[in-house]
């Protein structure tokens, strides 16, 4: 039987997988990346913190990505980053949870 923290890091890991294999697209990952961070964070930060803790800050990392991520180019500032960026990233810091995923 999984614990609740094993079903939450499920959960952030098939979202990110989603977008990684192209089958949600940055704004729709951008909004449930960052609900999903929210309801979790809202209702149980410990869960977050025991996942953070385990995999070197995974998470709360993408989840700083996510909130740097701009789709609109005119909008872009120089802290931002487009899809690009912030797929590069996401991957990175889930091959931190799951090495042995080949993206």
Same mark, same amino acid.
């Given at each position: 039987m999984k614990t609740i923290t094993e079903k939450a890091l499920e959960e952030f890991c098939s979202l990110i997988?989603? $977008?990684?294999f192209k089958k949600i697209n940055a704004p729709t990952f951008e909004k449930k990346y960052i609900s999903l961070w929210n309801e979790y964070k809202d209702n149980n930060g410990e869960i977050l913190y025991k996942i953070n803790k385990s995999y070197d800050?995974? #998470?709360?990392? #993408? $989840?700083t990505s996510v909130d740097a991520y701009c789709s609109d180019p005119a909008l872009r500032g120089e802290y931002d980053i487009d899809e690009e960026q912030l797929r590069k990233? +996401? =991957?990175?810091q889930l091959? =931190? +949870?799951?090495?042995e995923l080949e993206i």
């Open positions: 997988e989603n $977008f990684l800050g995974a #998470i709360d990392r #993408i $989840f990233e +996401v =991957k990175e091959l =931190k +949870v799951k090495p």
